[in-house]
């Protein structure tokens, strides 16, 4: 088990960066992210045996291709890394392809944080003087007939609340936009990538439909297949998004203005 209580985090998406970053800081741990498998490579000689949650779809170096490095080149005798590996797939193929890379478990996105801190706690034993307060807080509940929530973040603390509703609103529409410009370039492998990066913010506010629609696009948009769903897709991203904006601007005017 290890004493190291830093975590490394190697995560593409700047929500579940940010996500991720606040849960980890409140359970007690220190965290040092990366964007990309190759940040981490770059930097991992400077630190001891650590745990990493490590992304699996990522740019430059995939989460695949890194664990593989690590096991290959980084570890040995004084020094080895817990592999966490973090995906919204479920595919059987993706899972067994996970298991076989070196990774000594994984997590399926979106994850919480009481979730975070079981997993975190079988392979770290930290200090009782490194622990934060962790009593989970009653989530507040949305108003009846919202299509989104935030039962899984904490109401009493409104500057993290602030912080990911200002991150939904300023990325969302942008995101949908930019997949629409894709498409119509047919540019499959840039649709794919935005669709990815927008699906942890309908998680989070655990939009299903629009988490459905997006998780579906990025398959079709990896594959090459079924290119005749993506405009119907892309309208129901679309409509969601709107939706659930105008919701916001309601429940929280100031911090969506």
């Known amino acids: 088990m290890l004493l190291n209580n830093r975590v490394l985090l190697v995560e593409d998406s700047d929500s579940d960066r940010f996500l991720f970053s ?17 940040e981490l490579i770059d930097k991992i000689d400077e630190y001891p045996s650590s745990l990493v949650l490590l992304d699996i779809e990522l740019p ?33 193929e993706m899972l067994d392809e996970i298991a076989s890379s070196g990774f000594d478990n994984c997590l399926h996105k979106p994850i919480r ?30 108003e ?18 602030q912080s990911i509703i200002g991150m939904f609103v300023a990325s969302t529409p942008v995101a949908i936009v930019a997949m629409q410009a894709a498409f119509d370039e047919k540019n499959w492998e840039l649709l794919r990538m935005h669709a990815h990066k927008l699906k942890p913010h309908f998680n989070y506010f655990m ?51």
């Open 60 to 92: 430059v170096m995939n989460g695949i291709e890194t664990a593989l490095h690590v096991r290959k080149h980084c570890d040995h005798s004084e020094r080895r890394f817990i592999l966490i590996g973090l995906t919204s797939h479920d595919d059987p």
């Open 113 to 142: 944080r009481r979730e975070l801190e079981i997993k975190l706690k079988q392979y770290i034993k930290l200090n009782m003087n490194q622990l934060h307060n962790n009593e989970d807080s009653a989530s507040k509940k949305n």
């Open 207 to 257: 939009i299903a439909e629009g988490a459905a629609a997006l998780q579906e696009l990025e398959e079709y948009a990896r594959h090459v297949k079924e290119l005749d769903k993506i405009p119907g897709l892309l309208h129901t991203i679309d409509r969601i998004g709107k939706l659930v904006l105008e919701q916001i601007k309601e429940d929280y005017p100031s911090i969506s203005e």
């Open 144 to 161: 009846k007939g919202r299509v989104y929530s935030l039962d899984m973040f904490e109401a009493d603390d409104p500057e993290f609340l």
């Open 22 to 38: 606040r849960y980890l800081n409140q359970l007690g741990y220190e965290c040092d992210c990366f964007e990309n498998g190759k």
